[in-house]
């Protein structure tokens, strides 16, 4: 896991990485931020990473998302948003399972998933909708219908348009496969489970009850459940594995370390 960085990655530590993932049964979650002060540069850093990795077409999108309605305390950058995935994703029922409030989860100022045409980053960008995706990409979160599209620094968005109204995807995921191996999974997402300023894990903030913990608990589970790979049975057909993967056996988090609005 790498929550909110503040820094470049370096190219050995970006290839250790993306040769990682191509064993196959890992998983890679990264958390950027929205780009109100400094957390455009961490939009930056995670985009960076990505094109680098070169496996998967996700990417943050240069804005933020606010809701006047769904929110805690009132504010509108203290988005609460709603882990209710797309239907039609693989599992769902895990993700789903557990909750006492809808599935509601803070995403203190989080920024937008996007997704471009060239897993290096070259090509256009795209919102990120049912209708419009790449292949085995899902969105696990999501915003509620009363957000919008925020501007706060430049560059504008590539995918998105201030002013925008919708749900839109603050955590998606993508299943990367490889022949002959077990998949790896991607998770993108524009707050941070862990770490930063209030993370995803809270389970009330400013008096609003949430389902952080189980709600990143589903996550972590269902991306385990993507990594297991078909095996050969003596007939001949196949059937899931019943071995996990070595999960995240190194766990590197960088917080947010920049003032953020309370």
Not at 65 to 88: C, I, L, T
Not at 95 to 115: D, R, T
Not at 121 to 150: F, R
Request: proline share 8%.
């Amino acid at each position: 896991m790498l929550g909110q960085p503040t820094s470049p990655l370096y190219p050995d530590e970006a290839e250790a990485i993306k040769k990682w993932l191509e064993e196959g049964g890992h998983v890679l979650w990264i958390a950027g931020d929205s780009d109100y002060g400094n957390g455009a540069k961490t939009q930056q850093f995670v985009n960076s990473f990505l094109d680098q990795l070169s496996l998967t077409n996700l990417r943050l999108d240069l804005a933020s998302v606010e809701d006047p309605v769904s929110n805690a305390g009132g504010k509108p950058y203290r988005v609460v948003a709603y882990a209710d995935p797309w239907q039609g994703t693989p599992k769902r029922d895990i993700l789903v399972q557990g909750f006492e409030h809808n599935g509601a989860v803070l995403a203190h100022g989080p920024g937008v998933v996007a997704w471009v045409d060239g897993v290096d980053g070259s090509g256009d960008w795209h919102p990120l909708t049912p209708d419009e995706k790449p292949e085995n990409t899902y969105v696990l979160v999501h915003s509620n219908s009363s957000s919008d599209i925020t501007e706060n620094n430049d560059p504008p968005a590539n995918a998105y348009t201030a002013g925008e109204q919708g749900e839109f995807p603050i955590v998606a995921a993508q299943i990367i496969k490889f022949e002959g191996k077990k998949p790896s999974v991607i998770i993108v997402s524009g707050e941070s489970p862990i770490g930063d300023y209030e993370p995803m894990w809270a389970s009330v903030y400013y008096q609003r009850p949430l389902d952080g913990p189980k709600v990143v608990s589903n996550i972590f589970k269902w991306s385990v459940e993507m990594t297991k790979g078909e095996e050969k049975t003596a007939g001949g057909s196949s059937s899931s594995s019943t071995c996990g993967p070595a999960f995240l056996v190194g766990l590197a988090v960088v917080p947010l370390l920049l003032r953020r609005r309370k």
